[in-house]
């Protein structure tokens, strides 16, 4: 992994620019800020401990996944945010966008059930052979009424065709608490466990992304030894020298001095994409508390550079623009292109097709660069399982930094929770009806300011 932050250097982009020397006297600051994560190691950064408990806990995953692959033909990730964005990111970024259309696939389609738009839950569960489907039922809770929803969803058209529950669906949640851990016990469903301290954007190398992982041919030793080799190079190295203490400060160093209060994963692949939306939750929830935060945009390369690019080379100075490229991009051909003869496409021709994308991607950094805009860089050498573990454990790292060095606690999201119940409460759910009245008090508008037309 290469990160480059010269582009956040007074050096190059002139006074809104951060000084290498205010950086280098941070040391002490840096250092205090990776003893108290090395302290919490065991409870509430846990987390931090799942490539090395993992790598002694995958046969059971291994064999579920070998089971699915042999007698099914899809799998159904049914989950919200943590329960669900993890296990997108590793689809899309191992197999591709198109992955359930490949003539190439030779593991089961893969599908998400992230909502409840009512329209997407009926076309999925019409068009699937329920026959032939295994849904991977995620939450921590055991409870989110999205989750709730969907499973009822599913049980009905299953038990509409006789098909017993526990050949069709699996489960992951807490190991001893909720309501699903109930289920699986009435019901007798294979589950996995969610272990008590990984709360869910925390989880994608635990059972919750590993298995559908499997199931899809991931390589999930892979994946965790990438992820152990980033824990372990965090440990040996000097806090100046790591990417993964420099992001937070010059995230933490350009809010706090600078303004710079919104935060783009810019992605120059498709199969990154996903990453940039787990991100954006990975620092929205863990960061967003107590009237600070960074607001993150999931950005992706070269598309929205015909969209949102021109706000952040002219617009107001508010934005670090993070971008993330393979260095070799996946299945690159050369292109013929003897379409015509004209200058329009000729300089096109005879060129492996990575080398726009790549070109793009430079491009970009230079207009940044001439309009005095920070950015950093991050390239991996390819999309495959090590480099995607030394990405997830390297975000997951810095974002508890980051929460460190704001002072913030990185690990809960008690304005989601609240949300969470006030739902229930106009859903009508037992036990929350002093949260109905709360939404009540809550929702209120004056009707002066609303136009119907
Ligand atoms: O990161 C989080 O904690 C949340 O995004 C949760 O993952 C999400 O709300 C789903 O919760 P649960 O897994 O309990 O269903």
């Known amino acids: 992994m290469k990160f480059n932050y010269s582009n956040v250097l007074n050096e190059l982009i002139g006074e809104n620019g951060l000084s290498i020397k205010e950086i280098k006297n941070s040391k002490t600051f840096l250092e205090k800020i990776k003893e108290n994560i090395e302290e919490k190691i065991d409870a509430d950064y846990y987390a931090l401990k799942l490539p090395f408990l993992m790598k002694q806990e995958t046969s059971e995953i291994k064999e579920t996944a070998k089971l699915v692959q042999d007698n099914f033909e899809n799998f159904v990730v049914v989950g919200m945010g943590g329960s669900s964005l993890g296990n997108e990111l590793l ?18 389609r893969i599908y ?76 007798s469903v294979k589950t996995f466990v969610i272990p008590p301290l990984v709360g869910g954007r925390y989880s994608v190398l635990s059972n919750v992304g590993l298995l559908s992982g499997a199931v899809e041919g991931v390589d999930i030793d892979a994946l965790l030894n990438g992820a152990a080799e980033q824990a372990e190079k965090i440990k040996e190295k000097d806090v100046l020298e790591d990417a993964t203490m420099l992001l937070p400060f010059i995230q933490y160093k350009l809010f706090k001095e ?6 783009a994963l810019f992605t120059y692949s498709d199969g990154l994409s996903y990453l940039g939306m787990w991100y954006r939750q990975l620092l929205a929830e863990s960061c967003g508390k107590r009237f600070t935060g960074i607001t993150p945009l999931a950005v992706k390369g070269s598309t929205d550079q015909h969209s949102i690019l021109q706000l952040f080379i002219e617009g107001p100075f508010d934005k670090l623009i993070i971008f993330i490229a393979p260095v070799r991009y996946k299945d690159d051909f050369n292109i013929d292109g003897n379409l015509a003869d004209d200058e329009h496409i000729n300089y096109l021709k005879h060129k492996n097709a990575s080398q726009l994308i790549r070109s793009e991607f430079l491009a970009t950094q230079a207009a940044l660069n001439k309009s005095k805009r920070p950015f950093v860089s991050i390239e991996i050498p390819e999309i495959d399982e090590v480099s995607l573990g030394k990405l997830i ?14 002072n913030i606690n990185p690990i809960n999201q008690p304005g989601v929770e609240l949300g969470k119940q006030y739902t229930y409460g106009i859903m009508g ?14 929702i209120k508008a004056n009707k002066k300011y609303i136009i119907e037309e």
Not at 399 to 405: Q, S
């Open 258 to 263: 600078k303004g710079v209060n919104i935060n």
């Open 91 to 108: 689809h899309f970024a191992i197999n591709g966008i198109h992955y359930n259309d490949s003539p190439l696939r030779k593991t089961p």
């Open 429 to 442: 759910r037992e036990g929350f009806s002093e949260k109905k009245d709360e939404f009540t008090a809550f």
């Open 393 to 406: 454990y390297f975000f997951e790292y810095e974002v508890i930094a980051l929460g460190e060095m704001l």
């Open 112 to 187: 998400f059930m992230d909502n409840v738009d009512p329209a997407s839950v009926k076309t999925l569960l019409n068009s699937l052979d329920l026959n032939r489907t295994v849904f991977n039922i995620i939450t921590k809770s055991g409870s989110t009424a999205e989750t709730m929803q969907n499973l009822l969803c599913i049980t009905d058209a299953l038990n509409k065709r006789h098909l017993p529950l526990n050949k069709h669906l699996i489960f992951i949640t807490d190991p001893e608490k909720g309501f699903l851990r109930k289920l699986a016990k009435e019901f």
